[in-house]
């Protein structure tokens, strides 16, 4: 009989040491169980995110297929780098400003006011097509044929703002234009295929400008 009761005791003072550690292991476990469930949430939310950037991402490069989209897409850029840079619209800068003359009719992109009384003429160009479609080739061979057309196609754009004259319309200003690229990928990766492209520019008077993101 005080054998069975100092049994009973032992087992009381054991369940009494074994309770605290039984009530923290569970308040451990239902902690795990709610940053599981965090975690989980979380997961969830970023697998939306990816998926609504990848729709996103997708449906931005189905339009800049479209010239005047891709057009639209340049402008933005370069009135977010303006802006960016402390620039305030009508005061520092002004956007399509058109100008005629026997020559036709010109409308640059933007043109920079500066405190000195002059203006920089700035027109964006998204020169996307050979571009996106060289980073989609399955071959070196396919890459490098489009990157060539990529370089070629800057070329053009260079030799159509130098023959657009724009600084005889809109002075006082240098004689130069910039041409604003939004990225700075579409120019190194241009020159790769066609190292004078800057000289080139600098001679037709069309200075290439790109935005560092």
Known sequence: MQATTDLQHRQQRIGDLVQPLNESLARVDSKLQQ???ERVGS??????????L?????????????????????????????????????CHFVEKKASSSDDGRFI???????PVVRNIVVDAKVPYIAY???GEASSDATRTARLKDHARQLREHIIQLGNKKYWDQFQPAPEFVFM??????YFSAALQHDPALIEFGVDKKAVSYTHLR
């Open 35 to 37: 940053i599981e469930k």
């Open 54 to 90: 990848a729709v996103t991402t997708t449906n931005l490069e189905r339009a800049l297929r479209t010239p005047n989209v891709r057009g639209g897409w340049g402008e933005v850029q370069l009135r977010r780098v303006v802006e960016m840079a402390g620039m305030v619209n009508h």
């Open 43 to 52: 997961y969830s939310q970023l697998s939306e995110q990816l998926r609504t």
């Open 180 to 185: 604003f690229l939004p990225g700075e990928g």
């Open 132 to 134: 996106r479609e060289a």
């Open 108 to 114: 640059p992109d933007l043109i920079i006011k500066l």
